[in-house]
Each structure stands twice: as C-alpha cells, then as structure tokens.
C-alpha cells in the first residue's frame, strides 16, 4: 500500500502537466487508487501473491519459496504492459517496485528506496539481482536525497554502481497544516497479514487502560466492522488522503510501522512518531534502529511493545519537517516518444 500511497503525488502532478495517467495495480492497492482517483482509467495486473510468515521468522527462506510465483507474475504483466503500450498509446512508464513494468517501446522509470535489499545471509544476492532488474529501465527514482541527512541509509545508497539513479527527494501525498490537536494518540495500522491484525490486537489490548483520546485507522478496505473499545477510542477501517492528512496533522503522537513510505509521510508532518517494525521484514527492523540511533523516534518490537515505552519518547527529538515537491523536469523523459 506505502507504494501506491507514494505515487499518489507523482499521479497530481502528472495531472496538472497535463498528462494522462493510467493506473494499473492489484488488490487493495488498486482499490486505494481507484478511491483517490475515480476517474482514471485502471486496469489489474497479476498478484504476486507474496505471503508472510505469522511469527515472522525464517521469511527470507519463505519468499525463496515463493520465487516461481513471483516469476510467473512478472512474466504475465509485461505481456499486459505490451499489449497496454499499443492500445492506450503510452509514452512512458513509472513503475513502483514492479518488475516487469517495462518496455522498449516506451521509457521506463522504476521506484524504489532498496537498492539494498537486506535478507539476512543473502543480502548481497538479493541486492545483486535487483540492481539487475532495475538495469531494465532507462531511470531508477530514488525517493530521498542523495546526500546526507537521509531517510533510506544504506538501503537507498550505493559506493559503487551503474545505475542511472536520480534522487527525486522525499515523496509523500500529505501537507503539514497548523490544526488545533484532536487526538493524544494516533494507530496507523499497515502491512501484509497477518502481521496487521497481530499488531491491532496488541495495540488494543495494551492500550486499554490509556487516559487520553486515541484514533485507530485500521488499513483496511472493508465496509463493516465490529470491535469493543473504551469510550476514548475512535476506529475506522480506512481513510482517503485528505482525512488521514487532518487526522495525523491533529495528533500528538503516531504509532505507526516502521514503513518507508510512512517514514516519508511523518517526516513532511514533522511528527512525533513510536515505531513498530513488522516481524521479519529487515528492511523496517533497519529504518526502526537508523532512526531510534539519530534519536528521532523510538522503536519496539511487536511482542515488545507496552504502554509504558511511550515514556522513551521524551528522549528523542521527532521528526524535523521536511518538504516533498515532484519537479516536472522528472517528465521530460516522456516528452516527445
């Protein structure tokens, strides 16, 4: 979902120039585009279908498992792109952590923040053979800034490489807005199952007793539900961009995964933030320890969260604002083919 949310300025400001976007995604990642923008043309794409582990180990040796799934489904949407490339009349491509978005016929630009990408003893296997997949595409857009302070670390950063990278800055959809404070806490829930609802639970139950106002945002696109809470929480299953940009501009404090995209998005706000990493996945377990080491936010794991570590946060500065513009000179790619 944090790549689709990411696109969601790329896909304005493509608007505003005057271009005409269509989306194609899968499953719930489709459905969000398809609420932020009714009125684009979508078309679906094959799932990769990647699951994760419930206790969340041994996810390196899981995803191996499921590498002639994702092979399958990579080989299946660059024949849709192809036959997309001709029926739509498309000048250019941008694909989001999407492997086969590609095609010679057009110029290609792929996204990512892992030109690393960490799987314990195999990490440099694994960043080898995405930094052979993204030599498929005529650019590779990094969102964040090519020196220092950074958001991605080592993830998004090379010593060596050949790589027509291009550090395009932050990205996020959100604004930061001067609001009168609504909420004490705010649960941004997020990620793969069936890590979000061991996370809901868990938040739900350590969080009980709390004296102050919460709202929880369960990262769900369902219509009905049903759960038993005190009177100071709040709980809905999803929100569209402008109200989830109100409802973390008026909260104190974000508990949030430690998710690139939700990094970018708490870094415009310039927000408070407690991280939970979700179990397995090195990538937030690093962004979670980079950020708790520049005392910006604090981290625990799922199993080890309490109430009581919310008392760290008076040790740790939050993040600083940053700004998140799209430059339409990333455009010129496109221009004329």
Known sequence: MGHATRCIPIINALLKANYEPILASDGDTLKLLQKEFPLL???ELPSYNISYPKNGKNLTFKLLLQLPVIISAVKKERKIVSKLIDKENIDGIISDNRFGVYNKKAPSVYITHQLNVLSEKITFITSKIHQQLIKKFDECW???VEGNPNFSGDLGHLKKHRLNLKYIGILSRFQPRKIEIKYDLLLLLSGPEPQRTLLENKLLKELQHFKGKILMVRGVLKSAFEINVPNNFKIVNYMLANE????????????ARSGYSTIMDLAVLGKKAFLIPTPGQFEQEYLAKMLQEKLVAPYATQDEFTTAKLSDLTKYSGFEKATSTVDLKWFKLFEGK
């Not at 989830?244 to 508990?255: F, P, R, Y």
């Open 41 to 43: 043309k979508c078309f």
């Open 244 to 255: 989830l940009e109100d409802a973390i501009n008026q909260s104190n404090l974000v508990i």
């Open 142 to 144: 990094v969102p964040d």
